[in-house]
């Protein structure tokens, strides 16, 4: 794939009725980049505003010139800030918050220390995530956990009474979801799912990675005890952060597997105390500038609103589906009903690689997907890959256009 930037792109025609709400001019010029290339891959890594470089570089500035620890200091309540940024994103208490490496480090570090014993049943729905799927297959082996696939319903949304029906035949530890996958532009029915785990006292991990930033992710409204995030996709912030809900009430009933001097204090040679709140989830080493990047993206998706943002990515999201929809030879295939700013496709006669390598050529970013990232869900609809087109607010009509005309343009059926 090339990686040289294509010429440049324009901002014309912005927005054809779907700005809602949001200055998408503005928006655009806060992050030049977009205005150089068409970049379709927001769920990979969606550049981050120019705001959040300079707070990044900014930090980064004053560690080299007065000492990392001394810049931390000074930092101190701009980094509490970043934790307040994150709870109001996520409508819960800042101590509720731990800070992790992304949002596999944070699934890891909460998955591992339930008290996991032989026998105990975990439920997932058909879009888990790779990285939580093989540290399930871990537990599998390691621990004698037992994994047990939810099945979709008509629509390809993981079944909400299936979940309701094996929570009432027997003992379950632990329910995982993933809201929106890595393969498809299906939104999960989360808190659907959350509420019958509330009415059987079973904890709910949702993993939010690729929800946080495009969709409200509050977690009363979501009934969830454990979210996990990552910084660097929808929510535009720098790489190498992510975050962890944990609700007050599950936190003392878990063992944190990872304890340092930051998530425990070491009394006395025989003993440690975990720290208060899920700081005892949290380690000593953090990429502070990269931190300060993360609760400066996070303010900048607060102060555009996450409904409007919401609002825009679905109907942009929809748009991409109609039009590629529209093309011959190629087939969109994202399951549900409720949808995101996740738009997968396939072309007739093309591996998904060549589809985003074409793209790639004539100045637009899209990613792939592939079986061995999604094992439980597209082999099981009868898929070796997908393109991964994924928009977000910042994207315009003809952007969209572009990137339609050139799939046209290696469709076998135009071709024909
Ligand atoms: C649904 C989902 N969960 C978890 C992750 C892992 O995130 P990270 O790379 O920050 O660990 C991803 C990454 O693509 C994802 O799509």
Known sequence: MSHDAPPPVGDRHIGVGIGGGIDVERVRRDTPGLTRRIHLNHAGASPSPDVVVDTVVDHLRLEAEVGGYEAADLAAPQLQATRSSVATLLGCAPNAIAFTAGATDAWQRVFWSFPWRRDDVVLVGRSEYVANALAL????????????????????????????????????????????????????????????????????????????????????????????????????????????????????????????????????????????????????????????????????????GLDAIADRVAALGVRLRALLGAVNGVTVRDPGTDRCGIVTFTVDGHAATEVRDHLAAGGVQVWTSNAVHAQLDLPHRGLHDVVRASVHYVTTDDELDRTVELVAAISPATNA
């Open 137 to 304: 297959l871990r537990a599998e082996r390691a621990i004698g956990v037992r994994v047990e696939v939810i099945e979709d319903d008509a629509s390809g949304a993981v079944d909400v009474d299936a979940i309701a029906r094996r929570l009432r035949a027997g003992p379950v530890a632990l329910v995982s979801l993933v809201h929106v996958p890595t393969s498809s532009g299906l939104v999960n029915p989360a808190a659907a799912v959350g509420a019958v785990c509330r009415a059987a006292g079973v904890p709910l991990l949702l993993d939010a990675c690729q929800s946080v930033g495009q969709l409200p992710t509050d977690v009363e409204e979501l009934g969830c005890d454990v979210l996990t995030a990552t910084g660097r996709k929808f929510l535009r912030g720098p790489r190498g952060t992510g975050f962890v809900y944990v609700r007050p009430t599950l936190m003392t009933r878990l063992d944190p597997l990872l304890v340092d001097g930051n998530s425990a204090t070491w009394v006395d040679a025989e003993r440690y105390e975990l720290s208060p709140g899920a700081l005892r989830f949290e380690a000593f080493e953090r990429n502070h500038a990269a931190l300060l990047g993360l609760g400066r993206a996070v303010d900048y998706a607060l102060e555009l």
